[in-house]
C-alpha cells in the first residue's frame, strides 16, 4: 500500500435533494453550472473542475477522485483542489453530515449566525423583506391565459397609442404640463393611492409571470421595507436556473417594461379623458410615477432591478461583491504597490470597468447612507433618531473602512517595504495638515450696499405738470421744490368758493335792506364758515401740488418723460433722493461665521455688478438674534439672492437656516454713489479656522438643534 493510499480518506456525502443544473457560458466561453439548495432556496456557481469532481463523487475517496479526474479529463488537479471544494461544500451545508459528523456543527453554526434583537434591528431596518403569499401554483395555473399578454400583436398595439398618445399630447402640450391634479380631497387620494398600488402590483406581476413563462418558480411575494416606507417584491432567485442570459435580462426588465406599457396606455387615455380626477391619474401615472420607477429601480448601484439587468447583460453573477473586490485590489495597489495578483481576471476593459462601478458604488453608497441616516434622525423620536443615526453611520460607513483599515494593518510589513507607500504617506499627511491645520482665515457672506437715507418722491394727487425745480443729479435740501403741478380742476373749486365766499359776504353787509337775509343771519354765516373752511382745504391741497423734497440729499434719478403739461397720478416715482454721505453695507451671516467677526474688523465689499468698484468697508455692528423673518427681499433665494428660504402662510420670508444681521460702515467715502441698492459679496479677514473645526461645528449644531434637549 503506498503512502498516499495509506492518507487518503473518504469523501463526505452529498445531501439527496440539491440539484446540479446547466448555468450559462460564462465569459471566457467555458461552461458553468448551478448547485441549487432547495431547501434554502439558494444558488452556487461552479466551474469546470468543480462539475467534473462533484460529478465522479461517488468514487469515495479523495485520492481515487483525483487520479479519476487527471486521467479521464484534461484537468491537472491535487488533492488540495479537492478539499477546497469538500470544505466549499461543508461550509454551505451541501453535505449530509458536518465535519465532525455531529449535529452540535449545525447548531453552533446557527448559534453563531443568530443575531440578537438589537443587532437584528440595526441590521434589518433599512430593508427588510416580509413575505406574505406563496403564489407558485396561482401563477403555474394562470400562466397558459396569458399568452395574448406576451404576444407580439399586444405590443405592436400598445405602442402604436402610445405613439398616438405623444402626437396628441405635443398638439396640447402646454395643457399637458399643466393638468391640474384632483388629488387634494380623501377621494382623490384614494384613487391616486389605488392607482399606485395597481401601478406597483403589475410591475412584481410583469416580474412573476415572465419568470413562470421561462419556468421558473416564484418562491415568495410580500412587501419590502425599505427604511420603514413599504415596497413590494417578487423573489425572482430561480432565474439563476436558467441558462439564457437574454431570458434572465427579460425577467429582471419586465417590471420596468409592464410600467412603460401602462405609461403609453394613460398618454393615450389622457387625450379623451375629461379633467378630473381620472385624468389626473393618468397624468401621474405616464410621468411622474414612471419617472420615480425609473430613478428607483434602473440604479445599479443598489440590488433593485437596475443592479441585476446590469449583472446578466455583463454576465457577471454577484456582481458587486466581484467589482467590490477588484475596487479593493486597485485601491491597494494605488496606494501601496503591492504587486497582490488579481482576485479574478477579466479582460482589461471588463476589468476597468468593475473598478470605476466599484468606486461609484462606494461614492453613491456613502451619500445615500448619510441622507438616510439623517432622515431616520428626524423620523423618530430624539433619543431613537440619534442612536439609529449613530449606529448606521458606525455600521454601514465607518465598519467597512475599519475593516479595510485592518486588512492594511496586517499587512504592515509588506506596506512599509513598498516605496509608494512613503509617497501615499506623504500625500495623506498633507492632506490632514490642510484638514486640522487653521489656515482658512477668510469669511464671505453676502451682503448690498445701499444709503442709510434715501426716498422715493410721489405726486399726492393726480394733477398736470406746471414747471420742473430741478434736474438729474442736482444737489437739494429738505423744502426746496421739485416740481409744481397744476389742476385745473382745484383752480376751478377754488374760484367757484372764493366766489361764494364773495357773495355770502355780500349779502351779509345788506342784511339790513332784506327781511330774508335778517331772518336767516344765522344760516349766512354757517354758509360762510363751510365755504371759509373748503377753501382752506382746497388751498392746502393746491400747496401740496408743490412737490417738494422731504430730505436733503442728491437727486440720482427722476422720472423719464417729465415736462409742464403732462398729466401724472400718484403711482409715477417722479424722483429718488438719497444722501451721499450716509452709505451702509448689511450682511447676512450664518452661525458659524458670526463667531470669527468682530467690530471694527477691516472688510471688502465687492458689488455682483463687475463695473463698479470695490469698497472698503469695516464691521460696525453685530447682532446675536437669529432672524426669524428676513426683512430684506434682495437677500432671498426666491428673488435671486444667496439665502435659502420659504415663504409662510403670511408671505414672510423665512430662513431655511439661522442667519445674523451685521452692519458695515464705508471707508472709501470718495467712491461712486449708486443710485439703487447693490448686491455683492463682503470678504472679512476673520479668525483662522481649520476645515475640521468648521465641520465639527457644522455637525455639533446640527445635532444639537435638532435634538430638542
Not at 366 to 378: E, M, R, S, W
Not at 521 to 550: F, N, T, W
Request: net charge neutral.
Amino acid at each position: 500500500m503506498t503512502n498516499s493510499e495509506e492518507n487518503d480518506f473518504p469523501l463526505p456525502e452529498l445531501r439527496e435533494d440539491i440539484q446540479l443544473l446547466q448555468g450559462p457560458t460564462a465569459l471566457d466561453g467555458s461552461p458553468t453550472w448551478t448547485i441549487f439548495d432547495p431547501i434554502r432556496n439558494r444558488y452556487f456557481k461552479i466551474g469546470w473542475l468543480a462539475f467534473q469532481l462533484l460529478s465522479r463523487w461517488s468514487v469515495g475517496t479523495v485520492q481515487k477522485i483525483t487520479n479519476i479526474v487527471k486521467r479521464e479529463t484534461t484537468c491537472n488537479i491535487n488533492e488540495k483542489d479537492v478539499e477546497d471544494l469538500i470544505r466549499f461544500l461543508y461550509g454551505n451545508n451541501l453535505t449530509r453530515n458536518s465535519a465532525n459528523n455531529t449535529s452540535d456543527d449545525y447548531y453552533i453554526q446557527y448559534q453563531n449566525g443568530k443575531l440578537g434583537w438589537i443587532a437584528w434591528l440595526l441590521k434589518n431596518y433599512l430593508f427588510l423583506r416580509v413575505p406574505l403569499v406563496r403564489p407558485n401554483t396561482f401563477f403555474q395555473k394562470i400562466i397558459p391565459y396569458t399568452d395574448p399578454l406576451f404576444s407580439h400583436i399586444t405590443r405592436n398595439v400598445i405602442f402604436v397609442l402610445g405613439l398616438l398618445g405623444l402626437y396628441l399630447v405635443a398638439r396640447q402640450w402646454d395643457t399637458f404640463v399643466n393638468t391640474f391634479l384632483y388629488f387634494f380631497n380623501f377621494k382623490g387620494a384614494v384613487l391616486y393611492f389605488i392607482a399606485l398600488v395597481f401601478i406597483k402590483v403589475s410591475h412584481e406581476l410583469g416580474h412573476a409571470l415572465t419568470a413562470t413563462r421561462f419556468g421558473c418558480k416564484i418562491p415568495t411575494m410580500g412587501v419590502a421595507l425599505l427604511v420603514l416606507f413599504p415596497v413590494l417584491f417578487t423573489d425572482t432567485s430561480d432565474a439563476y436556473r436558467l441558462t439564457s442570459r437574454s431570458q434572465r435580462l427579460y425577467i429582471g426588465a419586465a417590471g420596468v417594461l409592464t410600467e412603460f406599457y401602462l405609461a403609453l396606455i394613460c398618454i393615450f387615455l389622457w387625450s379623451f379623458l375629461p379633467d378630473g380626477m381620472l385624468r389626473s391619474t393618468a397624468f401621474v401615472v405616464a410621468t411622474v410615477s414612471f419617472s420615480l420607477t425609473l430613478l428607483l429601480n434602473i440604479n445599479p448601484f443598489m440590488r433593485f432591478d437596475g443592479y441585476y439587468i446590469l449583472s446578466d447583460w455583463l454576465g457577471i453573477e454577484n456582481l458587486q461583491s466581484r467589482s467590490f473586490a477588484l475596487g479593493k485590489w486597485k485601491l491597494r495597489e494605488i496606494l501601496f504597490s503591492l504587486k497582490d495578483p488579481l482576485p479574478e481576471k477579466f479582460s482589461a476593459g471588463m476589468q476597468k470597468f468593475l473598478i470605476i462601478y466599484a468606486w461609484c458604488t462606494w461614492t453613491y453608497r456613502f451619500f445615500l447612507l448619510v441622507a438616510i441616516a439623517f432622515i431616520v434622525y428626524y423620523l423618530f423620536f430624539k433619543l431613537l433618531g440619534i442612536i439609529l443615526f449613530v449606529a448606521e453611520i458606525y455600521i454601514f460607513i465607518l465598519m467597512p473602512i475599519i475593516k479595510e483599515i485592518t486588512v492594511w494593518w496586517n499587512r504592515q510589513e509588506s506596506i512599509l517595504q513598498s516605496q509608494r507607500s512613503f509617497l501615499t504617506a506623504c500625500i495623506f499627511l498633507m492632506l490632514l495638515l490642510v484638514f486640522f491645520i487653521p489656515w482658512n482665515s477668510r469669511v464671505t457672506f453676502p451682503a448690498i450696499l445701499e444709503p442709510i437715507e434715501k426716498t422715493t418722491v410721489y405726486a399726492p394727487a393726480p394733477g398736470r405738470i406746471g414747471s420742473i425745480q430741478v434736474s438729474n443729479g442736482a444737489e437739494i435740501k429738505a423744502g426746496e421744490t421739485i416740481v409744481v403741478l397744476d389742476s385745473p380742476q382745484i383752480d376751478d373749486d377754488i374760484l367757484r368758493t372764493k366766489t361764494q365766499i364773495q357773495a355770502l359776504n355780500l349779502r351779509l353787509q345788506r342784511i339790513a335792506a332784506s327781511a330774508e337775509d335778517l331772518f336767516d343771519v344765522h344760516i349766512l354765516h354757517q354758509q360762510l364758515k363751510e365755504q371759509e373752511s373748503k377753501l382752506a382745504g382746497l388751498m392746502e391741497l393746491k400747496d401740496r401740488l408743490v412737490i417738494r423734497s422731504p430730505i436733503s440729499g442728491k437727486i440720482v434719478e427722476i422720472a423719464d418723460s417729465l415736462h409742464p403739461g403732462r398729466w401724472i397720478n400718484e403711482t409715477l416715482p417722479i424722483a429718488f433722493i438719497i444722501q451721499e454721505d450716509a452709505l451702509l453695507v448689511e450682511g447676512m451671516v450664518s452661525a458659524i461665521d458670526l463667531s470669527r467677526l468682530e467690530i471694527s474688523q477691516d472688510a471688502l465689499f465687492i458689488p455682483d455688478d463687475v463695473s463698479r468698484d470695490s469698497i472698503r468697508v469695516e464691521v460696525s455692528e453685530l447682532e446675536y438674534s437669529n432672524i426669524t423673518n428676513l426683512d430684506v427681499p434682495y437677500f432671498a433665494s426666491i428673488f435671486g439672492g444667496e439665502i435659502a428660504v420659504r415663504q409662510d402662510e403670511g408671505s414672510h420670508l423665512v430662513p431655511e437656516v439661522s442667519i445674523y444681521r451685521i452692519k458695515l460702515d464705508i471707508k472709501d467715502k470718495n467712491k461712486h454713489t449708486p443710485n439703487q441698492v447693490v448686491r455683492g459679496i463682503v470678504n472679512v479677514e476673520g479668525e483662522p479656522k481649520s476645515f475640521a473645526k468648521r465641520v465639527y461645528e457644522i455637525v455639533a449644531a446640527v445635532l444639537i438643534r435638532g435634538s430638542g434637549f
